[in-house]
């Protein structure tokens, strides 16, 4: 992957980034180890495993691969002294699209990986670890082969790691490139070399029942890399970026109608949506005006620029007030985009202007989850096809009367009514594009000819 060398916006707070972009910086081990790396996995040794879930649980730590599952929770529902082995593994898929951060974490700074995971791995008493990576990620999987080996050879991994009496290996696996190996249990089956059919949860929640029916927590990259610097400073100074249940810093791709689309990592809450697109990234393309927003990968439901959203928000003493705000106003963090109808997702921000036809770009979703489903059940595999097919033919003039309304019938006879997230990810887009921007699918639906539905240059 090329990357060309950019310079942090001075709102930036880079903690998971800070070496991204940094002049001198290599990824290999010897910079990494004169840069103080590792540093936290010896205070790790001297702490108990039990205190190191602690400070997880204390700094409030959300997961970063889209849900925003408490990390410390999920790492909670391990038994201590379980008599199944425990694994560990880090989901490197990052196939939501919009989002791309994970990464230049895995290209730049592996080693800031590794030790998050090393680190947990000793808290959740996990001896065996894994890095699924996505097929489409050959480069990243070559430099973590490299860094583990490195980290092998100065006695990070392998046997009595620093002579702390823990062991552990960790190992790459790549996946063949599908979207639905990035939910955690399809990501399972597909370790198991099986075709990655989702499991029901309940019974199958990893942590009880993952990896060969074995205790096994899945964390995304960023959510790992977070966990060395939870141990560096304590659970309570993390707590204190960000805001109360939405702490610490979050890592946002943008992408689309901005001048200066790229990645960029903020405390959470701690910037606006138009101070993200105005005063980072350089503001909208010239003369054009902000139509629409995505605020956390395609899964997330899309927001009108012209909408009124009334947030309720919960206060330290217990009261909840109702503010309303602009799209613009909105700052993006879990629960305030929750609220607003939409959600922080897998941090992909993408931005689209006036221009943009809002048939052609749910077209566009839809094609990809219509491609994507893995077909295990009725309502998401025949479902995820209808409404690619009505927005494709609506696109190019075979438009009829009912076929807004039709959308959203499709959409939410899927939602709530599939074994995993994929049916909620895939209906999503459409129940809200449908429902923010009706008249325009209204129009396009009585326009008859051979258009192809975008008005983008
Ligand atoms: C369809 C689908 C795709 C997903 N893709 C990813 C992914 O690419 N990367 C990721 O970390 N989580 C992905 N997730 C979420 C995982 O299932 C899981 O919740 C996550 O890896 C847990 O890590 P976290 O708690 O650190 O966020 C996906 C979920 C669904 C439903
Ligand atoms: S919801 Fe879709 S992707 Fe998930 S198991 Fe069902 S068919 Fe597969």
């Known amino acids: 992957m090329a990357s060309s060398i950019r310079t942090p916006h001075p709102r930036e707070k880079r903690i998971i980034f800070k070496n991204i972009d940094r002049p001198g910086w290599t990824n290999d081990v010897g910079c990494y180890l004169h840069d103080g ?15 190191i879930v602690n400070e997880v649980k204390a700094s409030g730590l959300r997961g970063r691969g889209g849900a925003g599952f408490p990390c410390g929770v999920k790492w909670g529902f391990i038994r201590p002294g379980g008599t199944k082995p425990v694994y ?23 080693h800031q990986l590794l030790e998050g995971m090393i680190i947990s791995c000793y808290a959740v008493n996990a001896r065996l670890a894994y890095i699924y990576i996505r097929g489409e ?48 249990t399809g990501l399972i089956e597909s370790m198991e070399g099986k075709r990655p059919y989702p499991r029901i949860k309940p019974p199958y929640f990893p942590a009880a029942l993952g990896l060969y029916l074995c205790p096994t927590i899945v964390n995304n990259v960023e959510t790992l890399c977070n966990v060395k610097h939870i141990v560096r400073i304590g659970g309570a100074e993390y707590a204190k970026m960000g805001k109360p249940n939405n702490t610490g810093t979050r890592l946002l791709c943008v992408s689309g109608d901005v001048q200066k689309p790229g990645y960029y990592e903020f405390e959470v809450g701690g910037i606006t949506i138009g101070e993200l697109i105005n005063d980072i990234c350089g503001g909208m393309k010239p003369g054009r005006t902000l139509k629409a927003l995505i605020p956390g990968g395609s899964s ?16 330290p003493d217990g009261t909840i007030v109702e503010t309303e705000m602009g799209l613009e106003d ?26 943009r036809d809002m048939v052609w770009a749910l077209n566009n979703i839809n094609e990809f989850y219509a491609h994507e489903s893995c077909g295990q059940c009725t309502p998401c595999r025949e479902g995820s096809l209808w409404m690619k097919k009505i927005t494709e033919r609506m696109l190019h003039g075979g438009g009829v009367e009912q076929d807004t309304d039709t959308l959203k019938s499709v959409a939410d006879n899927i939602a709530g009514r599939t074994i995993c997230a994929f049916g ?22 009585h326009k008859k000819g051979d258009g192809n539905g975008s008005t983008n240059s």
């Open 424 to 445: 909620e990810a895939c209906a999503w887009p459409t129940q809200s594009f449908v429902a923010k921007f009706r008249d325009e699918f209204v129009a396009t639906a």
């Open 137 to 184: 990620f050959p480069e990243g999987a070559k430099i973590l082969e490299r860094a583990l080996a490195e980290a092998k050879e100065h006695g990070f991994l392998g046997k009595n790691i620093l002579g702390s009496g823990f062991d552990l290996e960790i190992y790459v696996f790549r996946g063949a490139g599908a979207y639905i190996c990035g939910e955690e």
């Open 330 to 355: 909105i700052p993006i963090d879990f629960d305030t985009l929750a609220a607003a109808g939409s959600m922080a997702g897998s941090g992909g921000v993408i931005v689209m202007d006036d221009t």
């Open 300 to 315: 997330a439901k899309v927001m009108s620029a012209t909408d009124r959203y009334k947030i309720k928000t919960k206060q």
């Open 88 to 110: 560990l593994i880090c989901n490197a898929d990052e196939s939501e699209p919009g989002t791309f951060k994970d990464r230049y974490i895995i290209h730049q700074d592996p």
């Open 37 to 51: 790396g590792y540093e936290e996995l010896k205070k790790a040794f001297t702490m108990k495993p039990e205190q």
